[in-house]
């Protein structure tokens, strides 16, 4: 088995190391095969067991998770349980997250309805639909508020985060009412370019998007890596690290 020492955390220059895009994106990968690995009592894996569940060279592992310090054990691997807290801590999901939905429709209704969210920690505390008819009735157990509310609401139930799901058209008035509240961080669905501040972080998901590369690497037959990170889990358009 090689090595399996890391670096501390630290360049050479003795600066913290930071991850990439695309190595944010594949510690959400190990982190959901190392909670699965644990579930079925495998207490301590590989940089090569993780490299080939994931489809990415045991060497790639090690870089990546060089970035959460000395975690490896020279011959013997990785702390499974140790491993996976490290990951948490680093993802920002050590602890819970409160989110705010702006739009009641058919993605918002199935948004509100995915039990994942609450498993991984999210959990939405307020809708809101700019549709008046929709104001005051209930969905999965929470009150649809007018758009109008957002501040008074937000404020109200401490969220932190903005989930889009309203039309391209509205996209941009609900990102500035959700930032102008103090939420810090917006997940947009909608298919356009949303412009907020510096400090507000931005993930976009393009379901279309996604498909068109789909279509590609279908109809060319995709990258010599099929199962890596990159083809897995493209779906951020902006996803800072700082």
Not at 14 to 19: C, F, I, L, S, T
Not at 103 to 125: D, K
Not at 131 to 137: I, L, V
Not at 176 to 185: E, S
Request: with cysteine; glycine share 12%.
């Amino acid at each position: 088995m090689a090595s399996e020492g890391t670096s501390g955390g630290r360049e050479a220059t003795g600066a913290e190391v930071r991850p990439s895009r695309a190595s944010v994106s594949r510690f959400s990968l190990y982190l959901r095969h190392l909670e699965g690995l644990l579930r079925e009592g495998v207490g301590k894996v590989s940089s090569s067991q993780l490299g080939e569940a994931l489809g990415i060279t045991d060497a790639q592992v090690r870089k990546d998770l060089a970035c959460l310090g000395s975690l490896g054990h020279p011959g013997i691997g990785y702390v499974t349980e140790e491993l996976i807290g490290a990951i948490r801590h680093l993802l920002g999901v050590d602890r819970p997250w409160l989110a705010a939905l702006v739009g009641a429709g058919n993605l918002g209704r199935a948004l509100l309805g995915y039990r994942g969210f609450e498993q991984r920690g999210f959990r939405i505390v307020a809708v809101f639909d700019a549709d008046p008819g929709k104001a005051g009735t209930k969905l999965e157990g929470l009150t649809v508020h007018d758009v109008r509310s957002i501040p008074r609401v937000v404020a109200s139930t401490g969220a932190e985060l903005g989930l889009l799901a309203v039309p391209s058209e509205a996209a941009q008035p609900a990102a500035d009412a959700l930032v102008a509240a103090g939420i810090r961080g917006l997940l947009n669905f909608a298919p356009v370019m949303l412009r907020v501040p510096p400090e507000v972080r931005l993930v976009s998901v393009d379901l279309t998007v996604q498909l068109e590369q789909l279509a590609f690497l279908v109809q060319t037959g995709g990258p010599d890596t099929p199962r890596s990170a990159e083809t897995i889990l493209p779906l951020t358009s902006r996803l800072p690290v700082g």
